[in-house]
């Protein structure tokens, strides 16, 4: 049995985003193959149940991006992997360890650490004129913005 993709075009059409929130931009696309905290991949979720993992014996009930490139894997500060966490909670599973929510010392291309980034659900564009224009439109403004930064109130914390 094929999981055939045969529905119509919907106006509910959603897609998943990994945006930072300091920079306020999509850092990485999150694709079909993205990992999910479960260890499975975007598709094997559910996007009209609150994107729950469809994988047989798997708790997941909301897909959580996880960063991966290739072999390497994300890991907690913990030092266990993004897998050894419960995807319903985030704790750490591995026996012994403290750890109460999953988080990463990694820092984005864009300089700031894993927990400035958050997953978000926008509505998949339409492939219009004006959607395009917008798009145009924001990346100018983003390379502005790029130009202009400097400074800094780092003061939180
Ligand atoms: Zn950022
Ligand atoms: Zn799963
Ligand atoms: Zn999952
Ligand atoms: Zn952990
Ligand atoms: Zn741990
Ligand atoms: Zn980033």
């Known amino acids: 049995m094929e999981p055939t993709q045969g529905a119509g075009p919907g106006p509910s059409s959603t897609r998943l985003a990994w945006v930072c929130g300091a920079c306020q931009r999509e850092c990485i696309p999150i694709r079909a193959e993205s990992r999910c905290l479960c260890g499975h991949r975007q598709r094997e979720h559910d996007p009209e149940h609150g994107w729950r ?37 985030r704790a750490c599973a591995k026996r012994g360890c403290t750890c109460a929510a999953f988080d ?32 145009a439109a924001a990346a100018e403004l983003d390379a502005m913005q790029a130009v202009q930064r400097g400074g800094g109130s780092g003061a939180n914390g």
């Open 53 to 89: 993992c469809k994988c047989g014996g798997c708790t997941c009930r909301a897909f959580f991006y996880i960063v991966a490139q290739g072999a390497w894997i994300l890991r907690c500060r913990c030092k266990h992997k993004h897998t050894e966490h419960d995807p319903g909670s």
């Open 104 to 135: 990463s010392p990694w820092v984005c291309n864009c300089d700031h650490g894993w927990a400035e980034h958050r997953q978000v659900e926008v509505a998949e564009a339409p492939s219009s004129i004006g959607a395009m224009l917008a798009a």
